[in-house]
């Protein structure tokens, strides 16, 4: 495989390394927990419609406010969920 | 392409680039008209022909999209989200990297649909996805190998998204369809009128699916870990990694209802924006076309983008001799419609402490005292959060029989320098006809952030 075939980029300051045209949302369930932001009333979610709908998969890719199943994961580029553990209610 | 140079200045812009605005695009191409077909995700062929690192797209996908790129009046936008109307004749666009006006003499809306997503217990866990959900994301690189899925809910993208889900390595362990044998069985005898549609279910078939059955609630710590299913009042349930959950479409006609289109009530009991023979919706020079008129699948949407494209392009003959198309693909979405009706009984599902509103974490006790809409609103921000009550509207339509609310603008969340961009409307951007410049609303009418209003 050549270099081109793949992406690396942080999440949450973590390396990852993807298949080229893998969408951050689904390169979120490579972590365990697979999160994308903390509810209104502090619990952890997951990508859900996968589409551009929900709004569940909102998270911040170099500063700014994405939702993850609608942005390709790309050389570089930080993302920042917010979620540093999963199960607080 | 241009063949008689009479449109050649003509703006079309669809709105989806999914089938349906394909189709539409291609049709109305050969007048020469300047068309635009802009569309939220990263590629075109909308959901039903999502490209991705674990997608193969069928030859027909590909034929179109190749046609596409071969018309040079046609600019395909991806990664463009519409976030409200600008006037009559103008939408307020957003990209990852700018907001701007685009202009327009016609607009087709092809705007598709959502999932139905109902509440149950454990929805919200993470794991739990869209049944289309987790098709989109398994073709958009999601890996799956080796996972045990359970799919519920209702219609045949339960199928389809268990046979993607198999192709990715995932062992499906059931396919829960909530529709009774009898009607599954009926549809399934009413399928050689469309043979198409026969070799699809050979394809989908699967030793997996049960008909009749029902989701009754998702447990898990911090994922899932397991599903209880009901099948004629027995509860069996099912170590997992993954539930898929969808119970049927909902047409997107915000859009159309932000520019005053009429709705109608689609086959399945859910809105959608109401077309003629020629796909002119009821708003001069709006057309819509494919599942925003109502759930019936790709090749509908098909025939109906074709008409649309024509019609705008003034081509009303050719348009008119599609009619026995749609007309053939209508009747199989009255079919799907009716065989896959949802049980009453689905109302049952959420529990008190369920949430409803995923954005706003309002639970389903707390609605259950409301009268209504506006009711909720003030009470609970329910609808009112990120989504726009795109998820919880169509939700609370099923389980409370409340009409969604209005939707008003901004449509989805977008950053202050789109919203400034409204009220700065730069001619410079994507402007190629003049006539309607300068028709931009009032600062004070998107100057409101997204999610403070009440309708």
Known sequence: MTATTHVEFALDGQALRVPAGTTLAAALALRDHGCARISVTGQARAPLCGMGICQECRLLVDGKQCLACQTLCQEGMAVDTGVREVGQQ | ?455
């Open chain 2, 1 to 455: 392409m241009n063949s008689n140079g009479k449109l050649s200045s003509m703006e079309i812009l669809i709105v989806g680039a999914g089938p349906a605005g394909m189709a539409a695009a291609l049709a109305a191409a050969p007048s020469g008209a300047n068309i635009t077909v802009l569309d939220d995700n990263i590629a075109p062929g909308g959901q039903i022909w999502r490209d991705g690192p674990n997608a193969s797209l069928s030859a027909q996908a590909l034929r179109l999209r190749e046609a596409l790129a071969h018309c040079t009046n046609v600019q395909v936008m991806c990664g463009t989200r519409a976030i409200s109307i600008v006037g009559s004749h103008a939408l307020l666009l957003e990209d990852a990297n700018r907001g701007w006006i685009q202009h327009f003499d016609t607009l087709i809306l092809c705007t598709g649909a959502r999932e139905l997503l109902l509440p149950f217990p454990g929805w919200t866990l993470p794991g739990v996805t869209g049944a289309g959900g987790l098709q989109a994301l398994i073709k958009a690189g999601l890996p799956v190998e080796g996972e045990r899925i359970v799919i519920a809910g209702s219609g045949p993208l339960l199928l389809a998204a268990a046979a993607t889900a198999r192709k990715a390595g995932a062992r499906v362990l059931r396919v829960a369809e909530q529709a009774s044998l009898g009607s599954v069985a009926a549809f399934a005898a009413q399928l050689a009128r469309w043979p198409s549609k026969v070799l699809q279910a050979i394809a989908l078939a699967n030793f997996s699916y049960r008909t009749g059955t029902q989701l009754v609630a998702v447990h898990g710590g911090q994922h899932v870990e397991s599903v209880q299913l009901r099948q004629s009042g027995q509860i069996s349930s099912f170590a997992c990694d993954r539930v898929a959950s969808g119970f049927g479409l909902v047409p997107n006609t915000q859009f159309g209802q932000l520019l005053g289109c009429a709705l109608t009530t689609a086959k399945n009991g859910t809105q959608a924006i109401k077309v003629d023979s020629l796909q002119a919706s009821s708003v001069p020079g709006v057309f819509a076309a494919g599942e925003c008129t109502g759930f019936g699948g790709a090749e509908r949407a098909l025939a109906q983008g074709q008409i649309a494209g024509l019609a705008a392009t003034n081509q009303t003959k050719a348009a008119q001799a599609v009619g026995p198309e749609r007309a053939h693909w209508d009747a199989f979405a009255t079919q799907l419609n009716r065989r896959f009706a949802l049980d009453p009984a689905l109302r049952q599902m959420p529990q008190a402490d369920t949430l409803v509103c995923r954005c706003e974490d309002v639970t389903h006790a707390s609605l259950t005292q409301c009268n209504g809409w506006t009711d909720a609103k003030l009470q609970s921000r329910c609808g009112m959060g990120a989504c726009q009550g795109r998820v919880c509207g169509a939700a609370a339509q099923f389980l409370y029989g409340w009409l969604p609310p209005t939707p008003r603008p901004p449509l989805s969340p977008a950053r202050i320098s789109t919203l400034l961009a409204d009220m700065t409307d730069a001619p410079q951007h994507q402007t190629r006809t003049t006539s309607h410049q300068g028709n931009c609303v009032t600062p004070d009418e998107h100057a409101q952030p997204f999610g403070t209003s009440v309708a």
